[in-house]
């Protein structure tokens, strides 16, 4: 973990998201009950051919080659929710040196992909070294730490939805906890990063893909943030996105196992060194396979991007 007590020294971040580690073996049948049967479906058509373990390798070689102060890993982890996914994951992520002591971990709405899932908290359970045993959700987030010059609250937006629904949550209580938090002795003087799974505004189009996909109480926390500055750290969309909430510059990083074969979409973990007065450079790894073994294309972060 960072020096607590460096405060005057950049921190170096690296924020990676929607791992969605490929399944190392077929699902049961008894696993696939309620929405899971769906997921399954969708991994065998789709999803399981766009996200490829090699790819998520290769990018996280290139994060091991980083040595950040701090990881940041924004939820989406597993695709099913499924005990043996976290298992699976927590290894993967301890042999590229993602450790406990220098890695935040989140959950997006795939890591809460049932109703059991959620209400037995199995992300937390899943990636135990992470956690506390006596981890509560809605009594523990947003998960809070001083990093050098930064105060770091990783939030919770990601809740069970029914079928064809990724929406996320985010509610007044833990706002106000991560205001709480932000205002405290602690953080004084050091630069606001929040995580979270879910983009903290209003997504482009009708009515139907907010209510789909979107984040419920974005508002509450765009207006909680007004007047304040900070960065806020996000996933879920497969893309890169750069947009200002309240007064803080929210970026969203792509997918880090998604071979998309061009754009902005292809696998990719950002870079960041931050002081006590904001962001000092942020730049995109993306990897591309290819039969060498893959290379890794580092480019500075454009200032924003269109509305997504």
């Known amino acids: 973990m960072p020096n607590p007590k460096s405060r005057s020294k950049p921190l170096r971040v690296v924020h990676l998201s929607d791992l969605h580690l490929p399944l190392r073996e077929e699902a049961r049948p008894h696993e696939l009950a309620n929405k899971r049967a769906l997921g399954w479906l969708n ?59 220098n890695t935040a971990l989140l959950p997006g709405n795939h890591d809460r992909y049932t109703i059991t899932a959620d209400l037995d908290a199995t992300f937390e359970r899943g990636f135990r070294a992470f956690f506390e ?89 765009a207006r909680a943030l007004d007047g304040r500055r900070g960065t806020i750290l996000h996933g879920h969309l497969h893309a890169f996105v750069r947009r200002e909430v309240g007064g803080f510059d929210a970026v969203g990083v792509t997918s880090a196992s998604h071979d998309a074969g061009a754009g902005d979409a292809q696998a990719a973990y950002h870079v960041y060194a931050f002081d006590r007065a904001g962001m000092l450079d942020a730049s995109a790894v993306r990897f591309w396979p290819g039969a060498d073994g893959g290379r890794l294309e580092r480019r500075p972060l454009p200032a924003a991007t269109a509305a997504h």
């Open 43 to 101: 991994l065998k058509l789709n999803r399981g051919r766009a996200h490829r373990l090699e790819i998520l390798e290769g990018l996280l070689a290139g994060v091991a080659g980083e040595r950040a102060d701090l990881h940041v890993v924004t939820g989406d982890l597993t695709n099913l929710a499924l005990d043996r996914e976290f298992a699976d994951t927590a290894r993967l992520l301890d042999r590229f040196g993602l450790t406990p002591e």
């Open 133 to 221: 045993e006596d981890l509560g959700r809605t009594r523990d987030y947003p998960r809070t730490r001083i990093a050098g010059p930064v105060a770091f609250a990783a939030l919770d937006t990601a809740v069970w939805r029914g079928p064809l629904r990724a929406a996320g949550r985010i509610d007044a209580p833990q706002i106000d906890r991560l205001l709480a938090f932000l205002d405290g002795a602690d953080a004084a003087g050091l630069w606001p990063v929040i995580a979270m799974h879910h983009p903290p505004y209003a997504l482009e189009g009708d009515f139907a893909r907010q209510y789909r996909v979107g984040l419920a109480g974005h508002e509450l926390l």
